[in-house]
């Protein structure tokens, strides 16, 4: 299922950085800049799936909305910037505040492919995808908003102290 290939992008890159900040020799991020760049990777992976499944992410949306396929292009364009946008410290808490309505806004197009079973990621299964999707989708908010919105002291700093050699 593709919400486990997304939630192992999210979680396994986040895993990655913090054990790789472990280790003196590499690159020290702080647990911000983690959390953005493990997003900034899910979302570009997704919105790189919106010009490679282009026709299957249009059957998502209901016959009567226009101009679907450049809709899907345009909303593939929007998750690559919100992924650039969480890597530049200046426009990172917009980016999170951006990705968060960006995911409420496309949520009815995943309720609408689950109820008429678009074969499409998941949403075959029908209504009960809904009770993963839902929760997934929350989880994204919340992970932008924890990492690229709230503002702790050091939020839009790249490196912190080097770790101790």
Known sequence: ??????????????????????????????????????????????????????????????AWVPLRVPLIHATGVLELAGAGGLLVPGLSRAAGWCIIAFLVAVFPANVYAALH???????????????VRGPFQALLAWWAWWFAVRVPED???????????
């Open 1 to 62: 299922m593709i919400l486990v290939v997304l939630l192992g992008i999210l979680l396994g890159s986040y895993a990655l950085l913090t054990t790789l900040a472990r280790f003196p020799r590499f690159v020290w991020l702080e647990p911000g800049l983690r959390g953005r760049v493990s997003l900034a990777l899910l979302l570009a992976f997704t919105g790189l799936g919106h010009f490679v499944k282009t026709d299957a992410m249009a059957a998502m949306l209901p």
């Open 117 to 131: 079973r678009v074969e499409m990621g998941g949403h075959e299964s029908g209504p009960i995808y809904l009770a």
């Open 155 to 165: 939020r839009d700093r790249f490196a912190g102290p080097a770790p101790p050699a």
